[in-house]
């Protein structure tokens, strides 16, 4: 499928753990950040967001963290299930009206 | 199903014929895009559009024609591709700009 064939990161988990995924973004101007995920035969759908003004915020079972100083956004998944596993990336808006940027993505298998 | 809806969801053509992908989204968003995701490289922006006039061409080949005809229907005439063309061709569309995303589930092409 997609990706197949990129060198992807890759993360093993086992089922239970918590994955902790990290993404570095480019531009110290960037305001907004996203992380999507992409199952297999499917586009990306969004996870959760920050702007700039927080460090942090949590959704259910996700929490994304991001640290300005070292232009790093990282992705907590607690209790990471079987159907986590998919293509997680990172995106991120450099200002004004330009489209989102996009990471290069890590690959999570989960580990029954 | 995201509001954002890709058909075909697979074509496979040859290089001389002439095919469109078609993405309509119902979410009463002012923006959509088409990206690019093959083996080789991940997310690759193509089009935006925005209130159906055309803001971005990413540096994109003329064998691949966008249309606009309003607000909730994004087309891609393709014409006399390559076999490196074949990829998921993934439609998105956004309310604000910048904002998250959503993407449709793409449509799988294969150049023979």
């Known amino acids: 499928g997609e990706n197949v064939g990129l060198h992807l990161p890759t993360l093993s988990v086992q089922e239970g753990d918590n994955s902790i995924i990290n993404c570095a973004y480019s531009n110290s101007a960037s305001d907004y950040f996203i992380w999507y995920k992409q199952e297999s035969g499917k586009g990306p759908q969004f996870i959760i967001d920050?702007?700039?003004?927080?460090d942090k915020r949590q959704g259910q079972r996700v929490t994304v963290l991001l640290n300005k100083t070292v232009k790093h956004l990282s992705l907590q998944i607690a209790a990471t299930q079987p159907g986590d596993s998919a293509v997680y990336f990172c995106a991120e808006n450099i200002g004004g009206n330009t489209p989102l940027v996009f990471g290069k993505g890590t690959r999570l298998s989960v580990i029954a | 199903e995201t509001g954002v809806t890709q058909t075909p969801r697979h074509l496979v053509m040859g290089m001389t014929n002439k095919k469109s992908l078609k993405c309509e989204q119902h979410l009463g968003h002012n923006a959509m895009y088409w990206y690019k995701q093959s083996a080789k490289k991940p997310l690759e922006l193509m089009f935006v559009?925005?209130?159906?006039?055309?803001?971005e061409n990413n540096s994109v080949p003329s064998r691949f024609s966008p249309e606009c005809p309003n607000s909730s229907h994004l087309f891609l005439h393709l014409h006399t591709l390559q076999p490196e063309d074949s990829a998921l061709y993934l439609c998105?569309?956004?309310?604000?700009?910048?904002?998250?995303?959503?993407f449709g589930s793409g449509t799988r092409l294969t150049v023979v």
């Open positions: 920050i702007r700039s003004n927080m």
């Open positions: 998105a569309s956004s309310q604000d700009r910048p904002g998250g995303y959503t």
């Open positions: 559009y925005n209130f159906k006039e055309q803001t």
